[in-house]
Every structure is written in C-alpha cells, then in structure tokens.
C-alpha cells in the first residue's frame, strides 16, 4: 500500500487539464473510505474563515492575468477576480456588465461605464482605463493571446469621463460575446505598472472577490470586494480553490463536506453521485469540443489522405461508450449542439471504417505501419482515449506510439507543434467564431495544426461581417464541411458539462463550464 500512497500523492501534485478516472470503480464508490488519511483535505481548514465556500478544481491557474491566460482552468478563478464589459447568460444572451454599449453604425459599438467603478486597489475604473486594458490587449508589443478576439477593432476612442468607443477597420458579428469573455476583462493598469511580470501571481480586477493569498498547487483564496457594482449581496465572504487532479480525492471530499463544489465528474460516477442525497449532480451540454490536431505542416500528416485514413480508423461511437458512459455525444465537427443555429446536424461521422483507413493509406503510398505519435496530457480519460485510438488505427495500418505529458506542457507542445498529434480540446464560446476563427484561418492562434485553407479563412472572415444570423450559419456550414474533408482535427466528442455540489448549495451552471459565483448561496 505505500507504493501506491505515493503514486497517489505524486498525481496530486500535478496540474492536470482533463481529469478522468483512474483508481478503478471500488476506490471511486467506496468514496473517502478507499482514501488513505493523508489524501483527506483538512476539513476545519477548508471552511476557515466566514461564509468559505470550498472548490475542488481540476488544476491550479498558470496565470492570474487574462491577458495571458490559456487554460480553460484559469476561468475558475478568473471569472470570480476579474470582471467583464458585458455579460452573458447561460442561454448565450448579453446583458451589461460593466458597461452597456449601443452600435451607431456597423464598424463602430459605443460603450458606456457605469458610475462609481473602481478596481480592488481602489484606482478609478473610467474610460481611461478601459482604454488602457484593451490597448494592452491589442498592443503586439505586450504579445497577449486576447489581441485575435478583437478582430477588426483598429482604435479605442475615448469619449467622454465614462465613455468610449470600440472603431473597427470591417464590420465583426461576435464583438460583443467575445467581450463576455477573458478579452472584456478589466485589469487596474495602476496595478499593470506597478507590479511587472508580478501581475500573473497577484493579479487585480474589479469582480466580486479579490485575491487573498495563493499558494501554487495548494489553494488560492479569494476574499469579499466590498466595492463591487452589484452590491454586498455576495453568498460567501471566501472562495478556497483548491486543485485536486485525482478525481477520486475530489469526490471524497466532497462527500465528507470538506468540498462543496467541485469543477469536473467522471461519467461513469454521475448515477452513483445521483443517488446520494446529500450532494447534487447538475449536467449539460457543452460549448466546446475534445479533438486532436493533426500537425498538418510535417510527415506524415502533410498529406491530407493520412489524415483522413486516421479519421476514418477511428469510431467516435467507442469512445462515446467507453470513455464517456453515453453522456454527451460524439462530434464530427467543432460547433456543438449548444449552439443550435450553427450546428449541422447533416455533417456526418466519418470513423469507424479500418477498410476506407487501409485504401486511403494504400491511395498515398504509404509504407504500412505508418509510425505515428499522439501527444495526450497524463489524465486517465486522455490516455484510455488515446489507447483507444492508438488500437483502431494500428488495426488500419498506422503504428502508433501514446506520448504523455504533464498538463502545464500542453500549450508549448501545441504551439511549437512538436507534435504528429496531440490533444486540443476547447472549452467552447457562445458564437460560433470563437469555435472556429482562431483554431481553422491562417496565422490564428490556435491554428495548433498549422492548417492552410483560403476558401475556409475567406468563409470565415466573411460571417465575421456579417449581421443575420441565417446567412451566418450557412457559412460556418460551408465551413465546416471543408474543414471535415481537409481534416486539420480529429473530432471526436462534445462533452457534457457535469459538475457536482453539496445539495444545500444553490448555483448556475454554465455551458462553457465556469463557475460565476456571485449568486451562489448554501441554502
């Protein structure tokens, strides 16, 4: 048993990206029973403090900084520090947040701020500083991953004491949904100067909690902002992240109530967890998608006919079953059925077809095996997936090598493209652009395949500009069908969004998965 305590501990230590089982079903229905002591959170500290709601997340933040945050992880704690110009619902809807914006004319979106704003450190949150936060996401100087959701915006205007405007070079649809997210974030800039490279660690915003300390890969607590816009209405003086990769030490916790909330649940525990009274399983579609990019700019994956003998070896169906219990639904594309005036429900599932997989091969002149590698990051869901994947396409021609890597080194792999594939999953966006614009055009940033297609960056650029929404979906329809016979990704899965809670608990779900606290109340 030591052997595997310390297996055990050296897992918690790691900061995973998708956590799926990995201690098998007894360990996980035996709750924190199966647990050795020393893996149970000390309860009297994780509820220190007034009113502390304690989270188990996944994996701790790279970064505190939306500026430079990649990791859909970030959002936990992101979404709860900092706060947006505007706000979406779970339906996808806007509202004001910070702001509210009218749109004069169609290159140009008019914002004013509300009365009174101010960041945790007390400087003003005016037209000033909403300037300086996009300036600072536009600058290519500053280098920030934010500066592609902007699009065509060419200048911020400012206006008036509280106003200001947002001029673009071309008309941009999904402006306002793309400022719901991390690129509407206001920063203090007083806080931007003073603390340097120190701002990713001690990051200062203007939302509901504030940062109180964070001790990497332990906690990150968050306090009450008593200046925030909305009120004193907050249900928790605290917020304590806490992350815990193993899946099995999360659920415990949660169970003995030293958690009441927790980010991620395995499929396969969802009808355990609905028969305990005490906790609360809530579950919905997701906005994004789980896929593998092709390195298309390197052999073997240079010839699309490789790409798409891969994609035809593979079943989605299998791993629908086997890895996600039949929640959620396999995906033969990137818009999800979340956003149901995008989605195509005509685009077909190509996989599952070793015969097809062998001809394609055989078409390319392709010498059988076909060495491959599939980067995938070390949670037990990614690694059965690519085991999965690893078993259909040898049995179609490829030999195929599963390389693991720790979570923190997925983003770099990615980039680099060190890779032949590698894991890309996204956790999705209300309009359909942030599913696609970034990840299928020349030069985007999550171009991780380094996919070149003109047709399919002249589709997409176009229902950037374009107002009705019909129009717009026949685009991203066209769209995706080229990106299915090109193959840059392999579609695999649009999962369910399936968290859990302490059932006293009263909180919204979100399809995009992250927490918005404000509003959560233990009943």
Not at 64 to 72: K, R, T, V
Not at 249 to 270: G, K, M
Not at 279 to 307: E, H, I, K, W, Y
Not at 335 to 362: I, N, T, Y
Request: overall charge positive.
């Amino acid at each position: 048993m030591p052997a595997r305590n310390s297996k055990i501990r050296r897992r918690l230590r790691m900061n995973v990206l998708n956590d799926r089982p990995a201690l098998g079903r007894r360990a996980l229905l035996a709750g924190a029973a199966a647990l050795p002591a020393a893996l149970a959170l000390p309860a009297a500290r994780a509820q220190e403090g007034p009113r502390t709601l304690a989270i188990g997340v996944v994996s701790d933040p790279v970064t505190l900084d939306p500026a430079f945050s990649g990791s859909f992880f970030e959002n936990q704690v992101l979404y709860n520090l900092h706060e947006t110009l505007l706000v979406a619902a779970p339906d996808g809807s806007i509202s004001p947040g910070l702001a509210s914006f009218t749109q004069p004319d169609p290159q140009t979106y008019a914002f004013t701020l509300r009365e009174g704003l101010t960041f945790h450190d007390g400087t003003r949150l005016d037209a000033a500083a909403a300037k300086a936060n996009i300036d600072r996401y536009l600058d290519p100087a500053v280098g920030s991953i934010r500066r592609a959701d902007f699009g065509p915006v060419r200048e911020v205007a400012v206006t008036g004491p509280l106003t200001f405007e947002l001029r673009l070079s071309a008309p941009y649809a999904p402006l306002p949904l793309v400022l719901t997210n991390r690129a509407g974030m206001m920063v203090s800039p007083t806080a931007v100067k003073a603390l340097g490279a120190d701002f990713a660690a001690k990051a200062v915003g203007c939302g509901p909690w504030k940062l109180a300390s964070w001790t990497k890969n332990a906690e990150l607590v968050l306090e009450k902002f008593d200046g925030y816009w909305r009120g004193q209405e907050h249900g928790f003086d605290r917020l304590l992240f806490r992350p815990l990769p193993d899946e099995t030490v999360r659920l415990a916790n949660l169970r003995s109530n030293t958690l009441q909330l927790i980010d991620s649940v395995p499929p396969q525990a969802v009808a355990t967890l609905g028969r305990e009274a005490a906790l609360r399983v809530s579950q919905m579609p997701s906005l994004g998608f789980n896929a593998f990019a092709f390195n298309c700019t390197r052999a073997p994956f240079d010839d699309p006919r490789l790409r798409q003998a891969f994609t035809a070896a593979v079943d989605p169906a299998v791993i629908q079953r086997v890895v996600y219990f039949g929640t959620g639904r396999p995906a033969a594309g990137p818009l999800s059925p979340a956003v149901p005036w995008a989605f195509d429900a005509e685009l077909p599932l190509r996989g599952g077809k070793p015969e097809e997989a062998k001809a394609l091969l055989k078409q390319a002149g392709a010498n059988e095996p076909v060495p491959v590698a599939i980067t995938v990051t070390n949670s037990p869901a990614m690694v059965r997936i690519a085991q999965i994947l690893q078993a259909q396409a040898g049995a179609a021609g490829f030999k195929v090598e599963v390389r693991q890597i720790d979570p923190t080194s997925l983003i770099t792999v990615l980039r680099q493209r060190d890779f032949d594939l590698c894991m890309a999953p996204w956790s999705g966006r209300y309009d359909p652009d942030g599913n696609m614009f970034n990840y299928f055009t020349k030069g985007g940033p999550n171009n991780f395949a380094g996919y070149d297609s003109e047709e399919v960056t002249g589709l997409l650029q176009k229902a950037r500009t374009i107002a009705d929404q019909a129009e717009r979906a026949k685009l991203y329809q066209q769209a995706q069908r080229r990106i299915a016979e090109d193959a840059p990704m392999l579609f695999l899965h649009f999962d369910a969004i399936i968290q859990a809670s302490s059932a006293k608990l009263t909180w919204t779900q979100y399809p995009d998965a992250v927490f918005r606290l404000y509003g959560a109340k233990l009943g």
